[in-house]
């Protein structure tokens, strides 16, 4: 499996609009990945589309670090054809495959051997990485197996909208809060993936927020799932792109407390004392609050703090 990459904002853009593909290539997101599946119409997804996919990730000059494209999902009779054609054609230039509507292992065990067989056929050196994501009650109930069917597996992503209609919910919104809601309806799936996704080192992904104007709202949304210790969310829009790499990001103030509290504790752990627990800044610390510091130092320094 791929190192874990710095995933606080994932851009989504239709792969059947050239021009927003471009506008796309140079926005300062971390992740970049093309629609083949809801953003494209049925009568789009057609191999000129596909192709049209090819020549952005291969000809335009992305700004994003990390390229991926979200196939049609493993039930339908575009998925096959939507992961030949991109993986043959973009080659190294895909960095991974956003897979829809993961129900059970089996839609995993599918695209992980097609893509196997595709490396090999192609010659292709860069392992295309799998992001499984969870849209149906089903998918949720089986997260731990899917998880777990595939080394290509690296993110497990949560998706709002087909979620909301596969549990009954009367909502329009996708990703928005029910102010009626006696708490965060969204609470129980985001945990049950972050929870599964660290089980397995995998990355946990939040999903869209389709109300583009409504950036308070975005970042209300984006810092619930920050909080709960989510890497990124997917953003639909430019504008909210911004919003996401600062709340995923820690500020320079708890990335500066943070290599304080580890270097203390460096300090008294192997000083002649050998202390197991410190006082640090009036509060006590010790090997836990190592590791709860030194996650913000990593998010930190690769957020470029």
């Given amino acids: 499996m791929t190192p874990p990459r710095l995933r606080r904002s994932i851009l989504a853009v239709p792969g059947s609009s050239w021009k927003m593909l471009e506008k796309a290539a140079?926005?300062?997101?971390?992740?970049?990945?093309?629609?083949l599946e809801d953003a494209v119409s049925p009568l789009e997804r057609t191999d000129e589309t596909r192709q049209q996919v090819v020549r952005a990730l291969t000809e335009l000059d992305w700004r994003a670090a990390t390229r991926e494209v979200r196939v049609n999902d493993v039930t339908t009779h575009w998925c096959r054809r939507d992961i030949e054609l991109i993986v043959a054609g973009a080659r190294e230039q895909l960095h991974g495959?956003?897979?829809p509507?993961?129900?059970?292992?089996s839609h995993v065990h599918f695209v992980h051997h097609l893509?196997?067989?595709?490396?090999?056929e192609h010659g292709i050196t860069q392992r295309v990485c799998i992001e499984a994501q969870i849209e149906t009650a089903r998918g949720m109930v089986n997260v731990e197996q899917i998880a777990q069917a595939s080394d290509r597996v690296e993110t497990i992503v949560f998706g709002p909208g087909d979620y909301t209609a596969s549990l009954g919910i009367v909502q329009l919104s996708v990703g928005?809060?029910?102010?009626?809601?006696?708490?965060?309806?969204?609470?129980?799936?985001?945990?049950?993936?972050?929870?599964?996704a660290r089980a397995f080192g995998?990355?946990?992904?939040?999903g869209p927020y389709t109300?583009?104007?409504d950036l308070d709202g975005f970042r209300e949304v984006a810092t619930r799932s920050q909080r709960l210790g989510f890497d990124g969310k997917w953003a639909v829009h430019p504008d909210q792109?911004?919003?996401?790499?600062e709340v995923y990001s820690p500020s320079r103030e708890q990335f500066e407390q943070a290599l304080a509290l580890v270097e203390a504790y460096r300090v008294a752990t192997h000083g002649d004392a050998r202390l197991g627990a410190v006082v640090h800044d009036g509060e006590m610390i010790d090997e836990a609050s190592r590791k709860m510091a030194l996650a913000i130092v990593e998010r930190g320094r690769a957020a470029g703090l």
């Fill in 97 to 99: 495959l956003v897979l």
């Fill in 241 to 245: 792109i911004a919003i996401l790499n």
């Fill in 101 to 105: 509507k993961v129900e059970d292992a």
């Fill in 202 to 206: 995998k990355q946990a992904i939040d």
């Fill in 176 to 196: 928005a809060i029910d102010p009626l809601y006696p708490g965060d309806q969204w609470h129980y799936a985001l945990s049950r993936i972050l929870t599964t």
């Fill in 26 to 35: 140079g926005l300062p997101a971390d992740t970049v990945f093309i629609d």
């Fill in 211 to 213: 109300q583009i104007k």
């Fill in 115 to 120: 893509l196997n067989q595709l490396e090999a």
